[in-house]
């Protein structure tokens, strides 16, 4: 189970984060980050599609070389003995033996998804591997996972958008801002 660092308190259902307020702690995480790396090389795995804006501006106060490497999940719903599940594949993953690696992915909810990529990483016998989220959303948890590092917690369970994140429709990545959207068919209490 990962630590986590900093992070700021929990967002309130139906709350927004504006592009001040998440560029302020993107900028906090990657002085927590520069300061963890020491200078040294920093392989940074980021998750498409969720993670690419989030990252673009992480990496940018991160105050050491950073070497960038894109994975995207496959997931496919299955039934096995006549019980749905949930199957992840990445293609191949980078070679990071010996490295310092961050994973860096917009939202951790169940983290079934980070921590399979996580164990994928970990073949390769990295230095060591840290994960950074932009949101997380720990009663969503599935698995014993914590991030090192993380913008916000939020107990939302609706869909957030912007900043990378899209609506079910695909809609709203280029929102400069983040907002929470209900779930189709549930509603959800609090300003919007």
């Known amino acids: 189970m990962r630590r986590s660092r900093g992070g700021k308190g929990n967002s309130k259902r139906g709350s927004a984060f504006s592009p001040a307020r998440i560029a302020k702690r993107v900028a906090e995480l990657g002085r927590q980050i520069s300061r963890a790396c020491g200078g040294k090389r920093l392989d940074v795995v980021i998750t498409l599609d969720r993670g690419f804006v989030f990252a673009a501006d992480l990496i940018r106060h991160i105050d050491a070389p950073a070497v960038c490497h894109f994975v995207r999940a496959e997931v ?15 293609g191949g993953g980078p070679d990071v033996k010996g490295r310092d690696v961050l994973l860096v992915d917009a939202v951790l909810d169940s983290g079934v998804t980070q921590e399979f990529l996580l164990r994928r990483l970990g073949e390769s016998q990295p230095r060591s591997l840290r994960l950074a989220v932009l949101l997380d959303k720990p009663e969503q948890r599935r698995v014993g996972l914590e991030p090192d590092y993380f913008g916000f917690r939020t107990a939302s369970n609706g869909i957030w958008v912007g900043y990378g994140l899209a609506a079910s429709n695909g809609i709203g990545r280029n929102e400069k801002g983040l907002s929470v959207k209900p779930l189709a068919g549930k509603r959800q209490g609090g300003k919007r």
């Open 76 to 90: 496919r719903d299955v039934e096995q003995g006549g019980h749905p599940r949930r199957e992840v594949a990445f």
